[in-house]
């Protein structure tokens, strides 16, 4: 027996939102929660089981409450609403589900710019996360990694950044490579344990299904069906860039993330970075999010701290 649609009254324009142009945005939330939405004029409709109206419901006051407030609905603000609509359980381009052992829930974007990097780490063979620190590009990033290595998508997630510090030469460090390693990957780390947990990470990295290394460790190397990840990537050289991302292999992805603002290089023009963009942006298989100040999640202070240097940055550019 057929359930009988429920009515969702709405303003035109809340209605319209919903329903997106061409239909777009009612179909994401109806592939995200297993629902039939329709606008028959002054709402609308929403036909499924208990569970999925629910969630759609939550969705779609989500996007009310943006009209309301006088802004424009994008397909990244319904990737968003449909995200913090999900139960920890479910998956896909705007939730990563957090392996056992992490911190609980799925891992949403936050902002419209994290959605649409989502979606990019989801579409893309390489996938450029361009921004100031608190942002979420690396966590995002490290989690879609996880999250295909958790699926068996890919059989490694690698991680590499450039140990600037110590100008890639760790031999003067005690201890074995691990050891000389670890205190610069150390946010890697931290990122890592909360997304698949302390013990999973043990096992997984024992077993060399997770690694961690600086870039210098890269030269030479083919990263078949692997997830790479090139962290701080500011503080690569252009060789350096050009040597890394010529490392993928078959079946393998790429995201590289990195603030061109923050270069602890002696010349900031030498970074791959902002170089590799300019000439890899728009080339097919290659996608760019660009985040800004209002895209920063951790505290508060981080933002207005964020906003005030890129003041200070314009004011002497101007002079």
Same mark, same amino acid.
């Given at each position: 027996m057929s359930r009988p649609p429920e009515f969702l009254p709405l303003s035109d324009d809340a209605a319209r939102a919903v329903y997106g142009p061409g239909g777009r945005h009612a179909a994401l939330i109806e592939d995200a929660f297993k629902v039939l939405i329709e606008t028959p004029g002054g709402g609308v409709s929403l036909q499924g089981d208990a569970r999925g109206r629910g969630q759609a419901k939550r969705a779609i006051a989500a996007l009310e409450a943006l009209i &309301?407030? *006088?802004s424009d609905v994008s397909e990244a &603000?319904?990737?968003v609403a449909v995200g913090e609509a999900r139960p920890a359980a479910s998956g896909g381009p705007a939730a990563v589900a957090r392996a056992g052992g992490g911190r609980q829930g799925p891992v949403s974007p936050k902002t419209a710019t994290q959605a649409r990097y989502m979606d990019m780490l989801g579409r893309h063979d390489v996938t450029f996360g361009l921004g100031p620190a608190?942002? *979420?590009k690396t966590f995002l990033a490290v989690a879609h990694g996880a999250g295909m290595l958790m699926r068996g998508d890919v059989d490694r997630l690698i991680v590499t950044r450039p140990a600037v510090e110590a100008g890639e030469k760790l031999g003067f460090l005690p201890g074995d490579l691990t050891e000389k390693v670890? +205190?610069?990957? @150390? +946010?890697?780390?931290e990122a890592l344990t909360q997304i698949v947990g302390t013990e999973q990470l043990r096992r997984r990295r024992d077993k060399g299904e997770i690694e961690v @290394?600086?870039?210098a460790f890269m030269r030479g190397r083919t990263l078949a069906h692997a997830y790479v990840i090139v962290d701080e990537a500011q503080n690569t050289s252009r060789l350096q860039m050009k040597m890394v991302l010529t490392r993928l292999g078959e079946g393998s992805r790429m995201a590289v993330t990195g603030d061109p603002s923050q270069v602890d290089?002696?010349?900031a023009g030498d970074s791959g970075l902002a170089h590799a963009v300019s000439i890899l942006e728009g080339?097919? *298989?290659? *996608?760019v999010t660009r985040f800004t100040s209002d895209d920063v999640v951790r505290h508060p202070m981080v933002a207005r701290i964020?906003? @005030?240097y890129d003041a200070d940055a314009a004011k002497r550019a101007g002079r």
């Open positions: &309301d407030s *006088g &603000d319904v990737r608190g942002t *979420g670890d +205190p610069y990957m @150390a +946010p890697v780390w @290394a600086p870039i290089l002696l010349n080339v097919e *298989g290659v *996608g964020v906003k @005030a």
